[in-house]
């Protein structure tokens, strides 16, 4: 019996429901202090310190701090130990849980005590402890009903009503309370890799994850490792300014917080994912004998048209196929030189309308202008926050040195150690002096040839770049057929972009007028362009 058992030795266990708990208001230390006094008036000798930051429903072994608890006293199974709680609560928050739990301890003869309660091996004993236990379990029920209720007036009032995301961060406001505000320069990068995406910059979400992760937003793994995490950040509406949360019936709805992109252009990136998702993506083999694979479809039949070498007596010869069976056009094979050569006609027939030049170069300063801003606005941030942490670490250390217990100590040495940590990492993202003084004339020269000359630039790139070009200045896959060529209906996207908005507005570009649509949509998606041409 336990009752039997003369028990000496101690262990303290700790528990808060929350990491925000465990570093707001030090709970678990100020629990240890009591449970180290009780220990001290009852005679006993507290031999270990387990402490928990995890909810108090569910099973049990999944707490670590416990898990660690009940492996300490297997390998010291001859040994007797009482374990000392500072509150019931502290010991589990469901019924069921909380007679597991006694069930382990009873059956390792371990012995429970709290400052205040008495356990008690009588029936009485056991129906207040039951009694207590339910009660516990309601209290904790009933708070996560609060919060859930109060979360969820949050989300229809247009507030996130949960942590940070990535790219913002959560500050207090007199009028709207916690809010979501983009922080810089992580909201740059999205906005960059979100709309280079929409409009084919990047032509698979490795592309654009492959550009964050060079531009320093996610470190440590391959490109290929974050390709989940973009896609969540592309199928939430929140980026875009918008707030939804289906789990509760939260229909989407205008956020009171700021968009990184606009609406359109998310909507355009998710239905470039959900075509990705379904195996519609480009060739990742490139070869430079076959620069249109992947890129031309089937007039006949919308299918896609592939490329192959093929051996003869009079040597190697490459061509183009359509590899339905059931095409309506039977012309399945393809001669390389009239599908690259008639799509290079093409190309010499797309250029851009040099009065349309004039706007394209207003345009371009303007964004150059905005990124520019967007840079310096970042690393002012940056060092505001760069002081701050600085601060925080002189602090923390401060109250390292002055501890007045080992457990404190440990404490304010983890938040040392996590702070230096966030700083340092803040200090990686500093932008040198010649990320602002990006030659400007030249890339306006490559832009503008890029959209005077579209043949001269497509026959001097490699492969790889020829296939970003493309869906630069086609809107999807060209449809051809051998007899018809390449429908010529559909104009290049970049170019109509250009072309449909001077030709609005003649007269102001005649006379120099030149101002941004007031749509902001398309005031966004000729920054995005122009952006890509950078």
Not at 133 to 144: F, V
Not at 329 to 334: G, I, N, Q, V
Not at 397 to 403: E, L, M, N
Request: glycine fraction near 6%; charged fraction near 35%.
């Amino acid at each position: 019996m336990i009752d039997e058992i003369e028990y000496k030795q101690a262990i303290i266990y700790c528990r808060v429901s929350s990491e925000r708990q465990k570093k707001e208001g030090h709970g678990l230390d100020s629990q240890e202090h009591r449970c180290r006094d009780y220990a001290h008036t009852k005679g006993y000798q507290v031999v270990e310190v387990f402490k928990d930051s995890f909810s108090g429903g569910g099973d049990f072994m999944q707490r670590p701090a416990m898990s660690a608890l009940l492996n300490f006293v297997d390998k010291k199974a001859h040994e007797p130990f009482v374990v000392i709680f500072d509150d019931l609560s502290r010991f589990a928050r469901d019924v069921n849980a909380h007679f597991r739990l006694r069930q382990a301890f009873d059956d390792r003869k371990i012995k429970i005590e709290c400052p205040n309660f008495t356990f008690e091996n009588t029936p009485e004993g056991e129906l207040v402890e039951t009694m207590m236990a339910a009660q516990h379990q309601y209290h904790r029920k009933n708070n996560r009903r609060q919060v859930i209720q109060k979360q969820k007036a949050r989300l229809e009032a247009g507030y996130w009503a949960f942590g940070s995301k990535r790219g913002y961060q959560m500050v207090k406001d007199a009028v709207h309370g916690k809010i979501s505000v983009p922080k810089e320069p992580d909201a740059t990068l999205i906005r960059k890799a979100v709309e280079g995406y929409s409009i084919g910059e990047f032509q698979t979400k490795t592309d654009a994850c492959e550009f964050l992760v060079k531009k320093g937003f996610w470190k440590k793994q391959s490109p290929e490792k974050y390709i989940s995490k973009f896609t969540d950040m592309i199928d939430s509406p929140f980026i875009a300014g918008y707030v939804e949360y289906l789990e509760w019936d939260v229909s989407i709805r205008k956020g009171q917080h700021e968009g990184i992109v606009s609406l359109d252009v998310l909507r355009v990136a998710q239905k470039r994912s959900n075509n990705e998702n379904l195996g519609k993506r480009p060739r990742i083999d490139k070869s430079e004998d076959f620069p249109l694979r992947g890129l031309i479809k089937c007039s006949g039949c919308d299918g896609h048209i592939t490329a192959y070498r093929s051996k003869g007596n009079g040597g190697g010869y490459i061509f183009y196929e359509c590899k339905n069976k059931n095409c309506p056009l039977e012309e399945s094979t393809l001669r390389k030189e009239d599908v690259e050569g008639q799509f290079n006609e093409l190309l010499k027939e797309i250029a851009i309308r040099d009065e349309v030049i004039k706007f394209l170069e207003h345009l371009f300063e303007q964004v150059w202008e905005k990124e520019i801003a967007d840079l310096k606005s970042g690393e002012v941030f940056r060092l505001r926050q760069e002081e701050l942490l600085k601060e925080k670490v002189n602090k923390l250390t401060d109250a390292v040195i002055g501890a007045k217990s080992d457990a404190l100590r440990k404490v304010y040495e983890k938040q040392l150690e996590e702070t230096a940590e966030e700083l340092d990492e803040l200090k990686s993202k500093t932008f040198s002096s010649e990320d602002l003084k990006i030659p400007y004339r030249t890339a306006l020269k490559k832009s503008t040839g890029l959209l005077k000359s579209p043949y001269k630039i497509w026959n001097s790139v490699d492969v790889h770049e020829k296939q970003r070009l493309f869906y630069f200045l086609f809107d999807e896959k060209l449809s051809y057929s051998k007899k018809a060529g390449y429908r010529t209906d559909k104009l290049p996207c970049a170019v109509r972009l250009f072309e449909d908005f001077v030709t609005s507005n003649t007269q102001d570009v005649e006379m120099g007028r030149i101002e941004l649509p007031s749509a902001h949509a398309e005031e966004e998606t000729l920054h995005a362009v122009v952006w890509l041409l950078i």
